[in-house]
C-alpha cells in the first residue's frame, strides 16, 4: 500500500480519481459518517440493537423491550422528532435529546440509555484510513479542512467520537453539524455556513467529498461547490456484498465496511489486475487473515515450536503468517514443506499391493498417463498404453484394449507382475526414507510442530504420519485445516490431531463441501511460481530436497494471482489498522467460524459477467435485463432490479 498508508487515498479509486481537484482546492469539506468515520455493523440503525443490548446489561431498559423492538421505536422516535419540529420552525433538524425525549418515560432510564447510545456508537466507529490520510496531507499542504455532517449529535459528541477513534482535533478547521445549525446539508443551507467562514475562498475552490448523493453532492451544488460521490461502502446492487444478504442474511457485519474500504485500493492496478485484486482484498483476503489469527491463539496456547505451511498454497500462506506472528510479536518459524499426494502416498503406504493398485482407479481428475507417471517404469513397459495416457481412470474399466483386456485390467497385470512390483517396492521404499529425511531435518529440536494447509481431506497429513511413522522417525504434529471435511473423521479416529479452523470432520458442510468439491480456483491463487512436489532425491553432499515439476502459468494468469495475492495482503494490513483501532473485534470475528467460510462460499456460487469458465468461481454479476432470470440456491430470483 502506498507508502505504509500515509498515502493511501491515492489507492483510494473514489479518491484518487479527483486527485487533480484535490491538489487545486484551497477549502476541503468532508462528511463524517460513512465517510471520515465507518462502522462494524452493516446498518447504522445496528448500533440501536448494540444499545439495548448494553442497556438491558446496565438494566436501565425495560425488559419486555427486546433489542430488536428497541431498533424500530428508537428509529421511529427520531422521525416524530423530526415530523414535531418541522411542524414548529419548518427544519428538520433535531437533536439526540430532542429524540430521546419523544421515546416512552417508562421505556427505562432514558438519559442512562442515550449515554450508552453514545457508548454503543463509539465502540462502533473507526477511523476510514484513506480519508484520513488524505485529511493529513491536506493539513501538510496548508489547507484547511472543515467536516459537514447531517447528524442529531452536537459538534462536540462528534469530534469526542473522532478523537476516541485516533484523529486529533488539530487536523479540522471547523465541524458543522446540522443539529446546531439547523440546517442540513441536502438544501444547501449548511454549505453556505461554510461559505460564510471563508469569504476570501472562491466556491470554485472548494470541494466537498461525501457518500450521499442527495445531501452531499447535489447539496453542495445548490451552493455553487463541487463535489465527489464518495461509494467506497456505499451498498450496490450488483455486489458481491449484497449477494452475501442475500443468501447468507447479515454475514460479519463487523468487517463488512473494512472490506469494502480495501476492495476500493485499486488505484494503482491496471484495468486487468483490478478485478482480482478486489477477490483478493474483499473476499480470500478476510478469510485467510481470519485463519492466520486462529493459528496464532493455538501457537500460544499449546506453545507450538515450528509451523510448517504446505506447498504449493504454502509458500504464500507462509508469507501470510510471518505478518500475523510478526504483528503479535510471535518468533515462531514458519518454513514451508514441500509435499503433496503424491511425493507422500507411497511413502506412507504400509504394503503396496492389488488393494493399493485398486484405488489408483478411483481417483477423481486422474489419466492413465498420471497413474504411469507414478511409477519407476521403462518405455518398453508402457508403450502399449500409449493410445490410452488422456484416459480417464474412471473409464478404464469400460474401456477395452485391441486383445480384449480392459485397460484396468491391462494396467493391475502390469504393476503386479513380479519384477515391476519388486521395483516399485524397493522405489517406495527409498521415497520414505527421502521424504523422513526431508522433514526431520526442518523440525525443531524438541516441541510440537503444526502443519498449516488449506485442507480438505487431510491425506497428505495422514500419509506424512504414517511415513514418519514407519521409519521411525518420531514428531510431534498437528494438523491445521482451513476448511476439514467429513473425510478427516476416520483420521481422528485414529487419533491423528487434525483440526480445522472454519470447520472440521463435517461441520459447516453445507457450505463446505461445496468448495471441497471445486477447489481448483482457490488453490491457483494462493500459489506462487513454484511447480509441484513430485518425490525427492539425494545430492552429492547428502541433502536431500524435493524433486519439482515445471510450473506452468502464463503472464495474463500470473499477473491475475499476483494481483490477487497483493489484495489479499492488502486487506491484512488494514485489518491489523483496525485491531488497533478496535482490539476487541478481533475475538468477536474468531467466534463466527460460519460467517467467515460463507464469504468464501458465495464467490463460489455468485454469476460472472462475461460467462467464462474461470468466473463461475469468482463475483462479477451478469447484469439484469428485460425478463432474464438469475439461479442461485435452486431458486429463480426474476429481474426487479
Given at each position: 500500500?502506498n507508502?505504509?498508508g500515509r498515502e493511501l487515498?491515492r489507492?483510494?479509486?473514489?479518491?484518487a480519481?479527483y486527485?487533480?481537484k484535490?491538489e487545486?482546492?484551497?477549502?476541503?469539506?468532508?462528511?463524517?459518517?460513512?465517510?471520515?468515520?465507518?462502522?462494524?455493523?452493516?446498518?447504522p440503525?445496528?448500533?440501536?440493537?448494540r444499545?439495548?443490548?448494553?442497556a438491558?446489561?446496565?438494566g436501565?431498559?425495560?425488559?419486555?423491550i427486546?433489542?430488536?423492538?428497541?431498533r424500530q421505536?428508537?428509529?421511529l422516535?427520531?422521525?416524530e422528532?423530526?415530523?414535531?419540529?418541522?411542524r414548529?420552525?419548518?427544519?428538520r433538524?433535531i437533536s439526540?435529546?430532542?429524540?430521546?425525549?419523544?421515546?416512552?418515560?417508562?421505556i427505562g432510564d432514558r438519559?442512562?440509555?442515550?449515554?450508552i447510545?453514545?457508548?454503543?456508537?463509539k465502540?462502533?466507529?473507526y477511523?476510514n484510513l484513506?480519508?484520513?490520510s488524505l485529511?493529513?496531507?491536506c493539513?501538510?499542504?496548508?489547507v484547511?479542512?472543515a467536516?459537514?455532517?447531517?447528524?442529531?449529535?452536537?459538534?462536540?459528541q462528534?469530534?469526542?467520537?473522532?478523537?476516541a477513534?485516533?484523529?486529533?482535533s488539530?487536523w479540522i478547521a471547523?465541524?458543522?453539524v446540522s443539529?446546531e445549525?439547523g440546517?442540513?446539508?441536502?438544501s444547501?443551507?449548511?454549505?453556505e455556513r461554510l461559505c460564510?467562514?471563508y469569504?476570501s475562498?472562491?466556491?470554485?475552490?472548494?470541494?466537498?467529498?461525501?457518500?450521499?448523493?442527495a445531501a452531499d453532492?447535489?447539496?453542495?451544488?445548490?451552493?455553487g461547490?463541487?463535489?465527489?460521490?464518495?461509494?467506497?461502502?456505499?451498498?450496490?446492487?450488483?455486489?458481491?456484498y449484497e449477494?452475501?444478504?442475500?443468501?447468507h442474511g447479515?454475514?460479519l457485519?463487523?468487517?463488512?465496511s473494512?472490506?469494502?474500504?480495501t476492495?476500493?485500493?485499486t488505484a494503482?492496478c491496471?484495468?486487468?489486475e483490478?478485478?482480482?485484486?478486489r477477490l483478493g482484498?474483499g473476499?480470500?483476503g478476510p478469510?485467510?487473515?481470519?485463519?492466520?489469527?486462529w493459528?496464532?491463539d493455538?501457537c500460544r496456547?499449546?506453545?507450538?515450536a515450528?509451523?510448517?505451511p504446505l506447498?504449493?498454497?504454502?509458500?504464500?500462506?507462509?508469507?501470510l503468517?510471518?505478518e500475523?506472528?510478526a504483528?503479535?510479536g510471535?518468533?515462531?518459524?514458519?518454513?514451508p514443506?514441500y509435499?503433496?499426494?503424491?511425493?507422500?502416498?507411497f511413502?506412507?503406504?504400509?504394503?503396496?499391493?492389488?488393494?493399493?493398485?485398486?484405488k489408483?482407479?478411483?481417483?477423481?481428475?486422474v489419466?492413465?498417463?498420471?497413474i504411469?507417471s507414478?511409477?519407476p517404469?521403462?518405455?518398453a513397459?508402457?508403450?502399449?498404453?500409449?493410445s490410452?495416457?488422456d484416459l480417464?481412470a474412471?473409464?478404464?474399466?469400460?474401456?477395452?484394449?485391441?486383445d480384449?483386456v480392459?485397460?484396468e485390467?491391462a494396467?493391475?497385470d502390469?504393476?503386479?507382475?513380479?519384477?515391476?512390483l519388486?521395483?516399485i517396492r524397493?522405489?517406495i521404499?527409498?521415497q520414505r526414507?527421502?521424504?523422513?529425511?526431508?522433514?526431520?531435518?526442518l523440525?525443531p529440536?524438541?516441541g510440537?510442530?503444526?502443519?498449516?494447509d488449506l485442507g480438505?481431506?487431510?491425506s497428505?497429513?495422514?500419509?506424512?504420519?504414517s511415513?514418519l511413522a514407519?521409519?521411525n522417525c518420531p514428531a510431534d504434529l498437528?494438523?491445521l485445516?482451513?476448511m476439514?471435511?467429513?473425510?478427516?473423521t476416520?483420521?481422528?479416529l485414529?487419533g491423528?490431531?487434525i483440526?480445522?479452523?472454519?470447520?472440521?470432520?463435517g461441520e459447516?458442510?453445507d457450505?463446505m463441501?461445496?468448495?471441497?468439491r471445486?477447489p481448483?480456483?482457490?488453490?491457483e491463487?494462493?500459489m506462487?511460481?513454484?511447480?509441484s512436489?513430485?518425490?525427492?532425491?539425494?545430492?552429492?553432499?547428502?541433502?536431500v530436497?524435493?524433486v519439482?515439476?515445471?510450473y506452468r502459468c502464463?503472464?495474463e494468469?500470473?499477473l491475475?494471482?499476483?494481483?490477487?495475492?497483493?489484495?489479499?495482503?492488502?486487506f491484512q494490513?488494514m485489518?491489523?489498522?483496525l485491531c488497533?483501532?478496535?482490539p476487541?473485534i478481533r475475538?468477536?470475528?474468531l467466534?463466527?467460524k460460519r460467517?467467515i467460510?460463507?464469504?468464501?462460499r458465495v464467490c463460489?456460487?455468485?454469476?460472472?459477467?462475461?460467462?467464462?469458465?474461470?468466473d463461475v468461481?469468482?463475483w462479477k454479476?451478469?447484469e439484469?435485463?428485460?425478463n432474464?432470470t438469475?439461479?442461485v440456491e435452486?431458486?429463480?430470483?426474476?429481474?426487479?432490479?
Amino acid at each position: 500500500m502506498n507508502q505504509q498508508g500515509r498515502e493511501l487515498w491515492r489507492d483510494d479509486r473514489f479518491l484518487a480519481a479527483y486527485a487533480g481537484k484535490i491538489e487545486k482546492a484551497r477549502l476541503i469539506s468532508l462528511d463524517v459518517f460513512d465517510t471520515l468515520l465507518l462502522r462494524t455493523c452493516r446498518n447504522p440503525d445496528d448500533v440501536f440493537v448494540r444499545t439495548a443490548e448494553a442497556a438491558h446489561a446496565a438494566g436501565c431498559l425495560c425488559r419486555r423491550i427486546t433489542p430488536e423492538m428497541y431498533r424500530q421505536l428508537r428509529k421511529l422516535a427520531e422521525q416524530e422528532a423530526r415530523d414535531g419540529q418541522q411542524r414548529r420552525s419548518g427544519a428538520r433538524e433535531i437533536s439526540l435529546d430532542q429524540i430521546y425525549a419523544t421515546l416512552p418515560e417508562d421505556i427505562g432510564d432514558r438519559k442512562a440509555i442515550a449515554a450508552i447510545e453514545l457508548a454503543a456508537e463509539k465502540s462502533s466507529c473507526y477511523l476510514n484510513l484513506s480519508v484520513f490520510s488524505l485529511i493529513r496531507h491536506c493539513g501538510e499542504a496548508g489547507v484547511p479542512v472543515a467536516l459537514l455532517s447531517d447528524m442529531y449529535l452536537s459538534a462536540e459528541q462528534i469530534m469526542a467520537l473522532l478523537e476516541a477513534n485516533g484523529l486529533e482535533s488539530r487536523w479540522i478547521a471547523k465541524l458543522f453539524v446540522s443539529s446546531e445549525e439547523g440546517v442540513g446539508k441536502g438544501s444547501g443551507e449548511l454549505f453556505e455556513r461554510l461559505c460564510a467562514l471563508y469569504p476570501s475562498i472562491d466556491r470554485r475552490e472548494i470541494l466537498h467529498m461525501g457518500d450521499n448523493l442527495a445531501a452531499d453532492v447535489h447539496g453542495a451544488a445548490k451552493a455553487g461547490i463541487d463535489a465527489v460521490h464518495y461509494r467506497a461502502i456505499t451498498p450496490e446492487l450488483n455486489s458481491i456484498y449484497e449477494w452475501e444478504s442475500i443468501l447468507h442474511g447479515d454475514i460479519l457485519p463487523e468487517l463488512l465496511s473494512l472490506r469494502k474500504l480495501t476492495d476500493a485500493l485499486t488505484a494503482p492496478c491496471r484495468e486487468e489486475e483490478a478485478f482480482w485484486f478486489r477477490l483478493g482484498a474483499g473476499v480470500m483476503g478476510p478469510f485467510f487473515t481470519l485463519f492466520t489469527e486462529w493459528i496464532v491463539d493455538l501457537c500460544r496456547e499449546e506453545q507450538i515450536a515450528g509451523v510448517l505451511p504446505l506447498m504449493r498454497e504454502g509458500s504464500f500462506l507462509s508469507r501470510l503468517l510471518r505478518e500475523t506472528f510478526a504483528y503479535h510479536g510471535l518468533s515462531i518459524p514458519v518454513i514451508p514443506l514441500y509435499v503433496s499426494r503424491q511425493s507422500t502416498y507411497f511413502p506412507g503406504l504400509q504394503a503396496f499391493d492389488e488393494t493399493e493398485i485398486q484405488k489408483l482407479f478411483e481417483r477423481r481428475n486422474v489419466t492413465v498417463g498420471d497413474i504411469l507417471s507414478m511409477f519407476p517404469l521403462e518405455p518398453a513397459e508402457v508403450e502399449g498404453f500409449a493410445s490410452y495416457l488422456d484416459l480417464e481412470a474412471s473409464c478404464c474399466r469400460q474401456t477395452v484394449m485391441a486383445d480384449g483386456v480392459n485397460v484396468e485390467q491391462a494396467l493391475s497385470d502390469l504393476l503386479t507382475r513380479p519384477p515391476v512390483l519388486t521395483k516399485i517396492r524397493s522405489f517406495i521404499a527409498r521415497q520414505r526414507q527421502l521424504l523422513a529425511r526431508y522433514v526431520s531435518g526442518l523440525l525443531p529440536a524438541e516441541g510440537k510442530v503444526a502443519t498449516v494447509d488449506l485442507g480438505f481431506r487431510g491425506s497428505i497429513q495422514s500419509s506424512l504420519e504414517s511415513a514418519l511413522a514407519l521409519e521411525n522417525c518420531p514428531a510431534d504434529l498437528c494438523h491445521l485445516l482451513a476448511m476439514g471435511t467429513e473425510a478427516v473423521t476416520p483420521h481422528l479416529l485414529k487419533g491423528m490431531d487434525i483440526r480445522g479452523f472454519a470447520g472440521n470432520a463435517g461441520e459447516n458442510a453445507d457450505l463446505m463441501t461445496p468448495i471441497a468439491r471445486s477447489p481448483q480456483t482457490i488453490e491457483e491463487l494462493l500459489m506462487e511460481g513454484v511447480g509441484s512436489t513430485l518425490g525427492y532425491e539425494e545430492s552429492p553432499q547428502g541433502q536431500v530436497y524435493p524433486v519439482l515439476s515445471e510450473y506452468r502459468c502464463s503472464a495474463e494468469e500470473q499477473l491475475q494471482k499476483d494481483a490477487c495475492q497483493r489484495g489479499m495482503l492488502a486487506f491484512q494490513q488494514m485489518w491489523f489498522k483496525l485491531c488497533a483501532q478496535k482490539p476487541d473485534i478481533r475475538n468477536k470475528a474468531l467466534t463466527k467460524k460460519r460467517d467467515i467460510l460463507a464469504i468464501l462460499r458465495v464467490c463460489l456460487k455468485t454469476p460472472s459477467r462475461e460467462g467464462k469458465k474461470q468466473d463461475v468461481f469468482i463475483w462479477k454479476l451478469v447484469e439484469f435485463k428485460g425478463n432474464s432470470t438469475l439461479r442461485v440456491e435452486g431458486y429463480r430470483y426474476k429481474d426487479c432490479l
